[in-house]
């Protein structure tokens, strides 16, 4: 501070206006905010994000391949019978929910994941299995359940379902994100309309000034 008062001249050194302006932003933020948390409508219903979703789709172009799985990691030495079980549960489809999937996972498994109705990057799994794809298209269309050993491991997974980099996000993936949207667009529509009423306000009360071009000051008569 000393350093840089023995260097700034007279003018760089008044912060009056700078900081008079930032109590401003502080004070109007502050207001907003209490008039967001009194008043803003929260609710955001189904119907109004379906409707967002399907009125912007380009918006929800996927950067990524997207998977959901189901998959268990187990010790290569694991009981044959048990691995088999785990097998069958993983790769029939109709069992794919069984608790019993859980049960045996949490006993055996060193790692599993079993919620398939959450959506992940591919890359995001193949850090965590393993499998080596080079063409996620083709690999995805021939493979539902993959099995195989690896560095002491056994990695089993099931491939419930994947879309493809640069198609649209399903609705489930986005539907916070959208609801999120639409509140952000309710915020900014009420500060607009606060804004226009405090304007018109102060033009019927002539409580404000309008400075045109030129430091040459202009009453709200004028």
Same mark, same amino acid.
């Given at each position: 501070?000393?350093?840089? $008062?023995?260097?700034?001249?007279?003018?760089?050194?008044?912060?009056?206006?700078?900081?008079?302006?930032?109590?401003?932003?502080?004070?109007?933020?502050?207001?907003?905010?209490?008039?967001?948390?009194?008043?803003?409508?929260?609710?955001?219903?189904?119907? $109004?994000?379906?409707?967002?979703?399907?009125?912007?789709?380009?918006?929800?172009?996927?950067?990524?391949?997207?998977?959901?799985?189901?998959?268990?990691?187990?010790?290569?030495?694991?009981?044959?019978?048990?691995?088999?079980?785990?097998?069958?549960?993983?790769?029939?489809?109709?069992?794919?929910?069984?608790?019993?999937?859980?049960?045996?996972?949490?006993?055996?498994?060193? !790692?599993?994941?079993?919620?398939?109705?959450?959506?992940?990057?591919?890359?995001?799994? /193949?850090?965590?299995?393993?499998?080596?794809?080079?063409?996620?298209?083709?690999?995805?269309?021939?493979?539902?359940?993959?099995?195989?050993?690896?560095?002491?491991?056994?990695?089993?997974?099931?491939?419930?379902?994947?879309?493809?980099?640069?198609? /649209?996000?399903?609705?489930?993936?986005?539907?916070?994100?959208?609801?999120?949207?639409?509140?952000?667009?309710? !915020?900014?529509?009420?500060?607009?309309?606060?804004?226009?009423?405090?304007? $018109?306000?102060?033009?019927?009360?002539?409580?404000? $000034?309008?400075?045109?071009?030129?430091?040459?000051?202009?009453?709200?008569?004028?």
């Amino acid at each position: 501070i000393h350093q840089a $008062e023995k260097n700034l001249d007279k003018e760089e050194l008044d912060l009056k206006k700078q900081m008079e302006e930032y109590r401003n932003s502080l004070v109007i933020y502050a207001y907003e905010s209490q008039l967001i948390n009194q008043k803003l409508d929260t609710v955001v219903s189904e119907d $109004e994000i379906t409707a967002y979703y399907e009125q912007n789709k380009e918006e929800f172009q996927l950067r990524n391949t997207m998977v959901r799985v189901a998959y268990v990691v187990v010790n290569e030495n694991l009981d044959n019978k048990q691995k088999d079980l785990f097998k069958k549960l993983l790769s029939d489809r109709d069992t794919l929910l069984l608790q019993n999937i859980d049960i045996q996972a949490n006993y055996y498994a060193v !790692k599993s994941h079993l919620d398939i109705d959450h959506w992940m990057r591919l890359d995001e799994l /193949t850090n965590i299995i393993p499998i080596e794809i080079f063409n996620a298209e083709s690999f995805l269309k021939k493979n539902k359940f993959v099995c195989f050993d690896m560095n002491d491991y056994t990695y089993m997974v099931r491939f419930v379902e994947y879309l493809l980099e640069e198609s /649209t996000s399903p609705l489930e993936m986005v539907r916070n994100n959208i609801r999120s949207v639409i509140l952000a667009h309710r !915020k900014q529509a009420m500060i607009n309309k606060m804004q226009e009423a405090v304007y $018109e306000k102060a033009k019927k009360e002539h409580a404000f $000034e309008v400075y045109v071009g030129s430091p040459t000051l202009y009453n709200a008569d004028n």
